[in-house]
């Protein structure tokens, strides 16, 4: 069975310092992961996949992931925070089980960018 | 491409009331789903189907039916609503179902917010 975890539930940040949200999986496949973001009141968009190729996986708005497959981990970066970033961020793995390709979400991190 | 479309925005019913949530796609996509989205929950799945005319239960698909007789549509129907049914559900689609291997990026509607009292 395929699962992910978010370590932290709310993540607050000040401009211009970096991002860091974690987030660890389980599964006994070859995982495909993925970040999306949500917006207050806004639906999901897609930030970043990874599809076993590169371990670092590049996204939109400058995040970042990196797959590490002996930590079981895929953790989201970003090196400069922005106001607009203060969104909550989920951490969701394909899952291959009952229920084929439907997506897995962790339960979010919501991220505040202080000024 | 509009692509998911979702109504209504914003839904306030009585409980026992029934409903039908819309979701269009214009992308001719194969692969549709409801999730619901609870503080702290994530989003859960709740129905999906991997073509018209073929639908499976999610996690939760305790009081929702679905049907799909086109491509384009599926919508989520709440025979008889519940406060426990509050909540806020997205409809999403892909390509192709998520088939092994398959990392077909799944595209989401923006939500419908639903208030059972």
């Known amino acids: 069975a395929q699962s992910v975890t978010q370590l932290d539930s709310h993540v607050s940040v000040s401009e211009g310092t970096p991002v860091l949200l974690r987030c660890n999986y389980s599964?006994?496949?070859?995982?495909?992961l993925f970040w999306y973001v949500q917006h207050p009141n806004k639906g999901l968009q897609l930030l970043l996949k990874y599809t076993s190729a590169a371990t670092l996986v590049k996204g939109i708005n400058g995040f970042e992931a990196e797959f590490k497959k002996s930590e079981t981990s895929f953790h989201l970066t970003k090196p400069s925070a922005h106001m607009s970033d203060a969104a909550e961020y989920f951490c969701v793995v394909i899952n291959y089980g009952g229920s084929q390709g439907n997506l897995i979400f962790g339960k979010g991190t919501k991220l505040s960018v202080k000024p | 491409n509009a692509g998911v479309t979702q109504t209504p925005k914003f839904q306030v019913l009585k409980t026992g009331q029934s409903m039908t949530l819309q979701c269009a796609q214009d992308?001719?996509?194969?692969?549709m789903s409801w999730y619901r989205q609870d503080p702290g929950m994530g989003l859960r799945l709740i129905h999906y189907s991997v073509g018209a005319g073929i639908t499976d239960q999610g996690e939760v698909p305790n009081g929702y039916n679905v049907s799909r007789s086109t491509t384009e549509d599926f919508p989520l129907r709440l025979l008889s609503a519940a406060p426990s049914q509050t909540s806020v559900y997205f409809c999403?689609?892909?390509?192709?179902?998520?088939?092994?291997?398959?990392?077909?990026?799944?595209?989401f509607g923006p939500g419908t917010r639903l208030t059972v009292l």
């Open positions: 599964s006994s496949y070859s995982p495909s």
């Open positions: 992308m001719n996509h194969e692969y």
């Open positions: 999403a689609s892909s390509p192709e179902p998520g088939l092994a291997g398959s990392t077909d990026t799944q595209y």
